[in-house]
């Protein structure tokens, strides 16, 4: 029987190229390929399902149950959107990056060869990563959401934001800013990095809440700094509506408004997402590669 392996690409001309490259090599190493397109639309979608039939390339919407491999192709955001799709798989994924920065990649397209040696010699090594959740509830109802990188928390208008933090039950402060940035620690060299957050080593335990431009006066007296917490807290953020009813959460860069949110809670999630890397990776070596 076929190992599977399920191929998510974008449709940027250079992905899509990428994607029948690799396909075509997987299927000559006696893969089966099953691919899923991301559906920015349904015109490329159409144009590229017919050349790869045309091409008797195997072309499946539907991830199959016995997959045991995901690719994605593209960059970061792909790659996120990809964990989306997929619902948070418990399947090993890889990046191969077409984008830009590409933190989470492990290859490059002219690298194909090269990855398909080491995976069908299990020369690899597998990194662990555990997704944020957040509970938000509102007066009506409760939602669950998950996150690789962060969950945001802003006001939708640009107005400062009040917020009452809690760590484990414990009264924090009441912030005053533009918003909170919760983060894991792969997430760390994300927004959170930008923000002014810190770098924090995957290997680390932890939870990391990243104040975005605090008020710090003689009336309001906010953290300016990040908070390196221990990933066993619950963080518990309950918005003090002062000018509208209307919070913006922000879950790896989409972006989702709530009205008469009551309180939001944060957790690291009991959930593992598992990322295929070279046996030989080194997240401080991979840091200075992309960031210095």
Known sequence: MK??????????????????????KLEENNFLVSSKLEENTIETKNILVEKLLNSDFQVSEQIEKNTELIISIGGDGSFLKTIQDFKFPNVPMVVINTGHLGFFAEFDPDEIDEFIELYKNNDFTIQEVHPLKGSICTKESSKDIYAVNEIVIKSVCSRTLHLDLR???NKIQNFSGDGMLISTPIGSTAYNYSAGGSIIDPSLDTLQLTPLAPMNTIVYRSFTSSIVLSAKSTISIVPEYR?????LVVVDGNEYRFNDITDIHIVRSDLKLKLL????????????????
Do not use: G, M, P, Q
Not at 10 to 20: A, F
Not at 277 to 292: H, M, T
């Open 277 to 292: 890397r070279r046996s030989d990776f080194e997240f401080w070596k991979r840091a200075s590669e992309k960031f210095l």
């Open 3 to 24: 190992r599977v392996i399920t191929i998510n690409s974008n449709d940027l001309e250079k992905s899509l190229y990428t994607k029948e490259l690799l396909t075509k």
């Open 243 to 247: 000018f509208e009813n209307s919070i």
């Open 167 to 169: 760590v484990n039950e």
